[in-house]
């Protein structure tokens, strides 16, 4: 039998979990590097997700802390469909996925794991990019390191977001 080794997870594993919203405490942060923060919006923001389940997994949150959907005014949820859309750009630019998984998940039986602020996912697809990794060792293989992905995902973001304002 092959071993497979992931001791970076031991980390996680054995570390105290955050108290508290992981999103309201990146809203705050005035380390958008450590946060893992890529773009910040006048009502959302884009950040990376922490423990992807691809290279480029990214989430868009508001800064208002809810749940619910229906208590987020117009210009916020404008603003949110708009961040999806240009994570999409970015990502697309970025990384050339072959397609997406996009969603959001309301409630501890819909998925949920942050139950209390509302937050959608943009997770970038390749064809192949499910082995025989995850469901043998519960692990899955992310090919590039986060802060690497940060870095030319900000560039694509600044670009981004400066294409958006000349339309």
Same mark, same amino acid.
């Given at each position: 039998?092959?071993?497979t ?7 996680? !594993? ?7 919203? =992981?999103?309201? %405490?990146?809203? /705050?942060? #005035? ?5 893992? @923060? ?11 997700? %922490?423990? *992807? ?6 989430? =868009?949150?508001p ?7 229906? #208590? &987020? ?10 961040? !999806?859309?240009?994570?999409? /750009? @970015?990502?697309? #630019? ?8 996009? $969603?959001?998940?309301?409630? %501890?039986?819909?998925?949920? $794991? =942050? &139950? ?7 997770? *970038? ?9 995850? @469901? ?5 293989? =992310?090919?590039?390191? !986060? &802060? ?6 900000l ?5 981004g977001?400066? #294409?958006? %304002?000349?339309?």
């Amino acid at each position: 039998m092959k071993q497979t080794w992931a001791p970076w997870r031991m980390q996680y !594993i054995k570390s105290e979990k955050e108290q508290g919203c =992981i999103f309201c %405490k990146a809203a /705050e942060s #005035a380390d958008d590097r450590q946060s893992l @923060v890529l773009y910040r919006g006048e009502f959302n923001f884009v950040l990376m997700n %922490k423990y *992807p389940y691809n290279n480029g997994h990214l989430m =868009i949150a508001p800064y208002r802390h809810t749940a619910d959907p229906s #208590a &987020l005014d117009g210009e916020t949820g404008l603003e949110l469909f708009g961040l !999806i859309q240009l994570g999409f /750009e @970015v990502l697309k #630019a970025a990384f050339d996925p072959q397609g997406f998984n996009a $969603g959001l998940n309301l409630g %501890k039986c819909a998925g949920a $794991g =942050i &139950l209390d602020h509302l937050h959608f996912h943009l997770v *970038p697809r390749w064809d192949g990019d499910t082995n025989f990794m995850p @469901v043998l060792t519960e692990t899955r293989v =992310i090919s590039e390191h !986060i &802060l690497s992905t940060y870095d030319t995902l900000l560039e694509h973001f600044k670009k981004g977001a400066q #294409a958006r %304002k000349g339309e």
